[in-house]
């Protein structure tokens, strides 16, 4: 649904967890588009690194919740955020599905948990006071951008639209739920909501995160004439 992310001589490849990860060179250059400051690159530069922290801690939850219910995964980071590939051969029950897709926000939502309280115990103890007030600056940009990345993204990241983490969830219950066409009904839902917050986001001035939801109802609206054309 979100396009190509085949392998690349470019690519970044590392692994964690005995979790193999690729990091597609669009990545970086999305990363980039979306936190460009030309005023100051150093700023620009934490936002690259910080969108890189949690959205690889949030693919990790995905990825080592399916390790251990025995499927090997692998990570791939691309232009779209990122992915958790795995392959449930055996044992793949509708909690186990729902457990895994709510694992990559959870890992986010206590990311912004430690990053919260370590920057709270830090100011309060003075851990930055012989730092400069240059230095102090970016500590503070670097702060916000986790917390906001990890907290908002991870909001967002749970609304019942696909192919976010919360419309696996709303797929699985709408599988549940209504057996026959299931699938049909979370597209149904996908649709009306990704088109809902993309009007929300663009009078808000939120271009980016709308044309993002326009682009999901687009992708659901393609998928639900699929599915009819086919029944």
């Excluded at 400051?37 to 949690?54: G, R």
């Excluded at 793949?92 to 599905?97: K, N």
């Excluded at 430690?114 to 103890?125: C, D, L, N, T």
Aim: net charge neutral.
């Amino acid at each position: 649904m979100l396009g190509n992310v085949s392998p690349t001589e470019f690519d970044l490849r590392f692994s964690l967890f005995g979790i193999p990860i690729r990091v597609h060179p669009l990545f970086w250059v999305m990363a980039a588009f979306m936190g460009w400051y030309p005023n100051d690159p150093k700023i620009t530069l934490i936002w690259i690194a910080c969108v890189f922290i949690s959205i690889l801690v949030h693919e990790l939850g995905h990825a080592v919740m399916a390790k251990y219910f025995g499927w090997p995964p692998e990570i791939v980071l691309y232009h779209f955020g990122g992915l958790a590939i795995y392959q449930p051969y055996s044992g793949l029950t509708t909690q186990r599905s729902i457990i895994i897709s709510a694992a990559g926000p959870m890992a986010g939502f206590g990311l912004y948990g430690a990053i919260f309280f370590f920057r709270y115990f830090s100011v309060r103890y003075g851990m930055w006071d012989g730092f400069s007030e240059q230095a102090r600056f970016y500590i503070g940009i670097a702060f916000h951008d986790l917390l906001f990345i990890n907290l908002i993204w991870g909001l967002i990241n749970l609304a019942p639209v696909l192919p976010l983490d919360g419309g696996h969830i709303c797929e699985d219950i709408c599988k549940t739920v209504k057996r026959s066409r299931g699938d049909v009904l979370a597209i149904q839902i996908s649709m009306v909501v990704a088109g809902g917050l993309a009007v929300y986001f663009f009078t808000h001035q939120q271009r980016y995160a709308g044309i993002m939801f326009a682009l999901f109802a687009f992708f659901n609206y393609q998928a639900y004439q699929s599915r009819n054309n086919i029944w």
